[in-house]
């Protein structure tokens, strides 16, 4: 069966750039979508087919895909975004989602 | 604005089957442009796709629940729901109705989530 990896957790300074990275074989063949989730609240979209930005989405989220990893890019990182991110990919007849990447802003 | 809305028991016995009804309202599920579908989130865990739905009623499962798992929809209520058979105390989790895009060969994003509800299994 298909599987997304995600680096448990990732800590950045307020301002900087946090990079989440989900791997799987042949991602970049695949439209990989990432989600923020908080604590208590559903996930949200924050990036799809690679490097699409939703409306409402601010700008410092964005996405890139190389060979089999895809990578969220957080520029100016806030307190705000601190959460869980998800990466999600369809492969064959399945979704499937990465383990998730706690990240802490601090 | 689209809205998706979990219903359904909090509680279920365990070897008792789950039952669940996502309602939607501000878009019609009988969109050819979009599957719905189901994903659990155990208590401090991860997402885990349960399986989607399209508005023709073709069905795509997670192969680690198929066996147990049977989505369906009424078009005329807007609504789909999910049946999860057998279940364990390894089925609690947070159930989240969604809609995923639908690109012709596959589904890409999920782009709206429910808020979610909480199902318990225990005696």
Redesign the interface.
Known sequence: ?YELTQSPSVSVSPGQTASITCSGDKLGDK?A?W?QQKPGQ????VI??HKKR?SGIPERFSGSTSGNTATLTISGTQALDEG?Y?C?A?D?????????TKLTVL | QLQLQESGPGLVKPSETLSLICTVSGASISSSSYYW?W?RQPPGK????IG?IYYSGST?Y???LKSRVTISLDTSKNQFSLKLSSVTAADTAVY?CAR??Y?GA??????Y????TLVTVSS
């Open positions: 069966s439209y979508s989600y559903s996930p949200v979209l799809y087919q939703p869980d998800y999600q369809w064959s007849t399945t979704v499937v989602f990465g383990g998730g | 579908g994903i991860g997402l885990e796709w989607s795509y997670n192969p680690s989240y995923h895009d690109y596959g589904i890409t994003q999920t782009d989530w429910g808020q979610g």
